[in-house]
Structure formats: structure tokens, C-alpha cells
């Protein structure tokens, strides 16, 4: 069982940035592949960014490339989500998920979700 709590959400001009962070309880983060999703108002949840067990490999839409990065720590049981140069679009609320599969851009392949945290980027 992994529980995640994400923090680190926020108003943010257009063009600025901020780092989301997910905390993950119990010993066996290592082995779980995680994963940052957003769903904004009315619309599908959507993959954001992936990252494999080991932090080596990572994975990311379109959507974000070149401004989204996301990166592990394994010894404090934390993941993050790096967001620059943000934009209106941007605007959902962030989940952060773990999965005991490969890396995956599917949250089908996901096993546990966080609670959420608000990010919006006002023009």
C-alpha cells in the first residue's frame, strides 16, 4: 500500500513557474514507476510526466515538452514535478500516482493516486 500527498500548488502569473512535490509513504517507493496527471474543469485526465523506478527514464506529453520536468528521490520517498514557463492552459488539478508497472503513460496503469493540488496560471 502507498498513500501520496501532494503539495506545492498555486496561483502563477503566466510565464512563471512552480515545483509541485508528492510525499509517498512505505518502504517500497523504489519499485513503483510514478507518474504526474492533471484534469482541468470539464475535461479527461491527462498524462503529464512519467518517471521510471530508477529516475533514469523519463516520459512526458506534448503538451509540456521542454517546460515540465519531473525528477525523483528515492531516498526521501518524494517525486517532483518542475513547471516553467506556464500557461493559462496549464490551469487543473495536478494528481501525482504511483504504479506498480513499467512506465506509463496510461493512468489505468496506476495503482495509487494522491488527493490532488490546484495549480492555475492566470494571463
Known amino acids: 500500500q502507498v498513500q501520496l500527498v501532494e503539495s506545492g500548488g498555486g496561483l502563477v502569473q503566466a510565464g512563471g513557474s512552480l515545483r509541485l512535490s508528492c510525499a509517498a509513504s512505505g518502504r517500497t517507493f523504489s519499485s513503483y514507476a510514478m507518474g504526474w496527471f492533471r484534469q482541468a474543469p470539464g475535461k479527461e485526465r491527462e498524462f503529464v510526466r512519467g518517471i521510471g523506478r530508477s529516475g533514469l527514464s523519463s516520459s512526458y506529453s506534448d503538451s509540456v515538452k521542454g517546460r515540465f520536468t519531473i525528477s525523483r528521490d528515492n531516498a526521501k520517498n518524494m517525486v517532483y514535478l518542475q513547471m516553467n514557463s506556464l500557461k493559462p492552459e496549464d490551469t487543473a488539478v495536478y494528481y501525482c500516482?504511483?504504479?506498480?508497472?513499467?512506465?506509463?503513460?496510461?493512468?489505468?496503469?496506476?495503482?495509487?493516486w494522491g488527493q490532488g493540488t490546484q495549480v492555475t496560471g492566470s494571463s
Open positions: 500516482a504511483a504504479g506498480s508497472q513499467s512506465l506509463s503513460s496510461s493512468a489505468r496503469s496506476y495503482d495509487y
